[in-house]
């Protein structure tokens, strides 16, 4: 692990440059790759996509030596190899995809010194009674990584046996710095692994686990199909994964969409070893768009192309949604999580969850399978609550999720509530909310007892969806007009609030979504149907050379060079993703292939407008003031007040006021314009340090003095910054 004694020894920040094409460091590659020059060991957890490589890439380039790269995962090595081949890296792997004539090949190169980095399975590694152990300690090793090492864990839900050897690394070789990286570790985990691996004195990196480019979306599970092939319309070309609960609905999901014209293949546990590598090649190397998995996908696959991730059905945990969500995107590329939810699931999973003879297990499961419900029920930024459930802090909203892209409408709900409180009195407080809505809906089903067809609010509801009686007790409940009673089964009953609302005496109101688009991310223009050809051309090679696509170009550089339009080869040279070996391999071709392009669009290039640390521009987020809300605008800077307008323009006052409010953030409504002085301060302090209660809750507390209005424009202008 001596350093090159040459004059110029390489600079990480030179690395990332030239050989990676790189501009800049992310989350804390820097200090890791410094941790590890300075022959220290490290611990990484960072998510998906981070970039843990480069961690141990760079070190590997600049010590003498070979970095040895413990991988559990062999579809992935050979990606990683071939990855690191195209930026002219001398890598190799070893496992049992080789024959024996190969692996001695590879190890003859290894002895001769010609590798920098080696890729093995953990079980290569202590094979043959400890020979490969001491072919390592004839040469010198600089580094070992240990990717996924998780694994070594059985606290986690990935233990292989074949990491538990892992131990002896550094007993064997104590002097080697050795890196361990993940994705996936809780805190028991975390402590379990640098215990087993026998870390010194590591340095721990925990970084922040928001997938940024993920936007998260939660809909109604009715109609899912439909849904999906409208969906898929709007992603044509791009790749996803489709995740369902049992390995038959992979099958006929994916016939059906076959049939449908979209290339999709299944891939679960049951097929044959054959079809599953196939299903699994054809996805990675862009000949299917879609494939329709159980969770047995995803653990070896390194796709950083994956723009969607849908769930057909519901995960049964958070971690798990959180980790199959997180296979979309890994190049940095905005991507989408879409999950069709149904309460439906929730009773189809509780079956699911009970371990026999362990109840405190099935207590988990249950405990676990609730939150993952409640998530789909927010009306909360969903990112905010799934990190949250990490343990991370987290602004209140993200505008990337469909509930902070929702906008909504505060109604009054007086006679919704006093139906459904008055369905839960004649019901004598003894069902759950699914049978009480089906009551109050006037179902027909034999479900619903005889005697209670005969009772007059039987059917009351009727004008009312399903989904939207669900929604409406939900949020009754929330705010605490009626109550959910037992736990497995939980019984709908009244609170010492519940008389007041049946009697007329209190007003309740409730929100509901009414339009989906409130904000909208402004990405940057870029020129589609270069980026189109750009991934044909892409392809071709990548056919030629038998590589994934992702391996030649990630859609992130692609789409870089689709904004920028570098017209020759220096400017070329700023794309991130371009370093030496590949500018010098594929340059001449891209390029091409943009000027052509741009020649014919009589388009200039745009490569100044490339924010110069190389960072990809922050895709910013910004209120779209649309029409409605200028004409809004316009009345209110006319002197008319907010119910002359809304009287005006037929709609409510809220969604006036909202209109209002949005133009905080602009500047061009001051606060004071919507809410009188002397009611700030109260509305602040009534908001406290939480900065975001639900609207609600804040309403009762200030009373019938402060409106919905008052009380969202200071919550509005505090999240600006516009007061503090
Ligand atoms: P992980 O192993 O953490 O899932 P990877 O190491 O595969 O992530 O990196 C994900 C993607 O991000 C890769 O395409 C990688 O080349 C790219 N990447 C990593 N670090 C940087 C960086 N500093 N700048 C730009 N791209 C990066
Ligand atoms: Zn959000």
Known sequence: ???????????????????????????????IIQTVLDGRDAFVLM???GGKSLCYQIPALIFEGVTVVVSPLIALMKDQVDALRMNGIAAA??????DFLEQDEVVARLCRGELKLLYVAPEKLFASGGAFLGVLREISVSLFAIDEAHCISQWGHDFRPEYFHLARLKKEFPEVPVIALTATADHLTQEDILEKLGLQEPRVFVSSFNRANIHYFVVPKQDSYEKLVEYLHKHKGESGILYTLSRKSTETLAARLSADGFSAKPYHAGLDTGVKDKHQELFQKDKIQIIVATIAFGMGINKSNVRFVVHMDLPKNLESYYQETGRAGRDGVRSEALLFYGSGDVMKLKRFASVEGNPEQTRIMLRKLGQMAD?????????????????????????????CLTEYETYDATVTAQKAISAVVRLEERFGLSYVVDFLRGSKSEKIKEEHKELKTYGVGADISKEEWMRSIKELVGMGYLRQAGDQYPLLALTNKSLAVLKGETKVMLVKPISTTKVET???????????????????????????????????????????????????QRISGFGEVKTARYGETFLKCVTTYCNEHKLDSKISEKISSG??????????????????????????????????RDLTASTIENHLASFLALGEVKITDLVPQEKIGVIQKALGKNGYLPLKYLKDTLGDDYSYGEIRAVIEATKQGIIV
């Open 522 to 572: 402004v990405e940057e223009p870029y020129e589609e149907e270069l980026f189109g050809a750009l991934k044909s051309l892409r392809m071709e090679i990548s056919q030629k050379e038998e590589v994934p696509a992702y391996v030649i170009f990630s859609d992130a550089t692609l789409l870089e060079l689709a904004t920028y339009l570098p017209l020759s080869l220096d400017d070329m």
């Open 47 to 49: 998510p998906t996509g």
């Open 615 to 648: 960072r990809k521009r922050v895709r910013d987020i910004k209120p779209v003031i649309n029409e409605t809300k200028s004409e809004t605008l316009r009345m209110f800077r006319e002197g008319k007040t907010v119910p002359e307008i809304a009287t005006v």
């Open 1 to 31: 692990m001596k350093k090159k004694e040459s004059v110029i020894v390489p600079t990480p920040l030179g690395i990332l440059k030239t050989q990676f094409g790189y501009e800049a460091f992310r989350h804390q590659q820097d200090e």
């Open 93 to 98: 792997y070893l496992n049992s995809s080789l």
């Open 375 to 403: 998530f789909c029920e927010l009306r909360t930024c969903r990112r905010k609550h799934l990190l949250n459930y990490f343990g991370e802090e987290t602004p209140d909203t993200c505008a990337s999720c469909d509930v």
